[in-house]
């Protein structure tokens, strides 16, 4: 029998990638990334992307803790798995994130062991 016990990872904010596109059924390989181990820098490419199309919330990706040399692309109904946090601990809605990017500290992913 399968363990389906869920086990939150935490992952700071500064180690995303934020894959960005003009429709939320935009494919994840088809996005924009947004890194966001510099701030300043993710929001100009934010208002550059922005300046030429939509800009939507397709999905995330992370290296993966448990296997290095691994990345993890959660998008689509992935998404689901994620909660966007303050620093105070309020989540961020999944669609608010992009206009928020000051107030992202870190992502709790959960998933089924």
Do not use: C, Q, W
């Not at 992307?49 to 397709?58: E, N, P, S």
């Amino acid at each position: 029998m399968t363990d389906t016990t869920a086990v939150p990872t935490a992952i700071d904010a500064g180690e995303l990638t934020l894959l960005v596109g003009d429709r939320p059924d935009t494919r994840a390989y088809l996005t924009n990334p947004v890194d966001l181990s510099d701030r300043d820098e993710a929001r100009r490419t934010l208002a550059a992307l922005r300046d030429h199309i939509a800009t939507v919330l397709v999905g995330i990706e992370f290296d993966d803790p448990k296997e290095h040399d691994n990345r993890v692309v959660l998008a689509g109904a992935d998404l689901a798995a994620v909660e966007f946090t303050t620093a105070a601990g309020n989540t961020i809605p999944t669609d608010e994130v992009l206009d928020r990017l000051a107030d992202l500290d870190h992502i709790t992913v959960t998933e089924s062991e």
